[in-house]
């Protein structure tokens, strides 16, 4: 069972600012399950993770400007008049994990496959669209891709063998936005890495969100090839001080330095 480094990371940052606060993980059968009872608790805020990013937006009386472009929120914040507003910070995060990792603010010229489409693909589309990149969505399921990619003005494929050259046009960057490869043992297979039938080049930037394992099958058969790669672990953390700004209204990283 993978759990998430989000209450580690927001809780620290509780105790380094000397808050009364306390970030626990909620199991659920659905969003809206959750809202009721973070209703009756009294809660101020909630992160919102897999699968519930998009009905989350059902769920709320208000929708953030970035987050209602998305079409996914991962943070919904109690407001003034007690009503919940969705918001989301993965795009932030994302955005600011890319550009360290690129060292790059645009992506003028540059071709991006992005593969799946579920509500963190919808974060990762609409930054490469902000930075000016030409993407193509690769997604097992079609139909899903299509609502992606016609989301932002984007290609879309399915994700198969047979469309290995569409891929091999793409893939000046390639973003692994899925959660294949997350309980692998190291092993690369069609269970456990999403471009099994891929040969990198050497020439490709990956970029996998997956963080936990470090490095999953489709990182290592990057890396082998000479490929530039990164996790999610800073995705992770930049949204997750978004996320704090937004619960605390203080700013998470002015404690580091404390």
Known sequence: ?????SPLLH???????????VFIPLPSTSFAES???????GLDGMAVTVPYKADALDCVAEID????????????LRIEDGTWIGLNTDAYGFQRALMEFLGVKKLRRRRVAIIGAGGAAH???????QMGGRACVFNRTLPRARILAE???????ELSEENRET??????????????????????SKETNPLWFYQFQGTEWLFDIIYDPEETPIMAAARKAGCPV????????????????YFTGVDYESAESE
Do not use: C, P, W
């Open 11 to 21: 809780n620290n940052g509780y105790r380094k600012h000397g808050m009364n606060r």
């Open 151 to 157: 989301r932002f003005g984007f290609s879309y494929t």
């Open 123 to 129: 974060a990762v589309a609409y930054v490469i669209k």
């Open 230 to 245: 990164t996790n999610g672990l800073a995705m992770l953390k930049y949204q997750a001080y978004r996320q704090f700004k």
């Open 65 to 76: 400007r970035e987050a209602g472009e998305i079409g996914a929120s991962n943070t919904v």
């Open 1 to 5: 069972l993978k759990v998430t480094l």
């Open 167 to 188: 891929l091999e046009r793409y893939a000046d960057i390639i973003i692994q936005t899925t959660n294949v490869g997350m309980h692998s043992d190291g092993t690369s």
């Open 35 to 41: 809202l009721d009872f973070a209703e009756a608790a």
